[in-house]
């Protein structure tokens, strides 16, 4: 889906993100389906629009969610989507090609080196000074065991271009900044309330890359921390959701083909991830996660194997036994990424159906957290 990108499109963008994969910070960062939506309190408008699965999309530019049925983007996982500050949409991108506001390609908005089975395969970075420009990080997919060989790229996207509905600037698409890397990519903002942290996943490692963007545009040196599992083997280890806390003090990835949740300490301030936890999920594959708006809770669904769950830990348990003793099952039958919304309720895709499932309460421990299955129609499109 979209956030600032993210929810996965396995939903969404971290759409925002919904991808919708996922949301930030102080300003959020989605897709969706995979669409993400880390930073949400600040920049809530931002998240506006989610576009996601087979040409389906969201628009909560009035409060609750309403179908958009008119979207151009059509994908299995990744996707991402950006409004301005005050909420007028921007572009989508599923990875690969990018579309302006009119639904329309960018004159320079193909060839981006993500790809449609990539779970986390775009999400979209505002510059912190230039209102008019975005950066597009993207992640390679994961195939026959060999990492994503093209790894973490970056675009510029200037507004002012192509009569102000904005382009790829030639100069700067496809920047490579480190290959290969499992499908994960995240964004958070910095604990200085002006810059943001783009952190990734490297293959065949324990390392997570973290890099800044400031003023000066990207900082290609990454601060780089080990910690937890190596992921490496088949393809499906390097599938699955990785997201940031929205109070930037956590990390969690879903390792889809190992089984694991993995929930981490993240400093905002200098970037690095520590102190693993790790949760062996039997009977499933772990893929979609997303935190609660006020940190103290994480949600985490499956993907295409085995059974089909939805988990709730509570964070704020204690030790980290404690954390792990604390999971609850929510729901059943769900299949796809987690997105928190612009409302502040969490947004399950469904893969493959016609509505989404909801989270109305997700700050609450247990069934207190008020789910609902399917309560949002896309208008006759189809969550992926």
């Known amino acids: 889906m979209r956030h600032i990108s993210r929810l996965k499109c396995h939903i969404f963008a971290e759409v925002i993100y919904f991808k919708i994969n996922g949301i930030l910070m102080a300003r959020l960062f989605f897709f969706f389906i995979a669409l993400l939506l880390s930073l949400m309190t600040v920049a809530q408008q931002e998240a506006n629009y989610w576009f996601f699965g087979e040409y389906a999309g969201l628009d909560f530019s009035n409060g609750a969610p309403i179908p958009i049925t008119d979207g151009a983007l059509s994908t299995m996982e990744g996707c991402s989507s950006i409004s301005s500050s005050t909420g007028t949409l921007q572009f989508y991108t599923d990875g690969t090609d990018v579309w302006n506001r009119y639904n329309e390609k960018m004159p320079n908005g193909f060839g981006l080196k993500g790809n449609s089975s990539s779970t986390q395969s775009a999400i979209i970075v505002p510059h912190p000074t ?19 060989a093209n790894g973490l790229n970056y675009s510029l996207v200037d507004m002012t271009l192509d009569n102000w509905k904005g382009d790829i600037v030639t100069a700067v698409k496809n920047v490579l900044l480190t290959a290969p890397l499992c499908e994960k990519v995240t964004a958070v903002g910095h604990s200085n309330g002006f810059d943001t942290w783009v952190v990734a996943h490297k293959w065949e490692t324990n390392s997570f890359y973290s890099y800044l963007i400031t003023a000066d545009g990207v900082n290609e040196t990454p601060i780089i921390s080990s910690a937890g599992d190596v992921i490496s083997g088949q393809h499906n280890n390097a599938k699955g959701y990785m997201k940031v806390s929205p109070n930037g003090d956590k990390i969690a990835k879903a390792n889809a083909g190992m089984g694991t949740l993995e929930i981490f300490d993240f400093s905002n301030t200098t970037g690095v991830v520590s102190n693993a936890i790790k949760d062996n999920i039997s009977g499933t594959d772990p893929y979609g996660v997303e935190f609660s708006p006020n940190s103290s809770l994480l949600y985490v669904g ?35 990424a987690l997105q928190i919304g612009p409302d502040n309720k969490l947004y399950i895709a469904q893969n493959q159906s016609g509505s989404m499932s909801v989270i109305h309460a997700p700050n609450e421990i247990g069934d207190a957290c008020n789910f609902e299955w399917g309560a949002v129609s896309l208008g006759g499109k189809v969550s992926r």
């Open 302 to 336: 499956s993907w295409y194997i085995g059974n089909k769950y939805l988990y709730q830990y509570n964070l704020d348990a204690g030790s980290p036994q404690g954390i792990l003793d604390s999971r609850v099952l929510i729901a059943t039958g769900t299949e796809g």
């Open 130 to 148: 230039n209102s008019n420009q975005y950066y597009i990080f993207t992640i390679d997919q994961v195939a026959n065991g060999n990492g994503g």
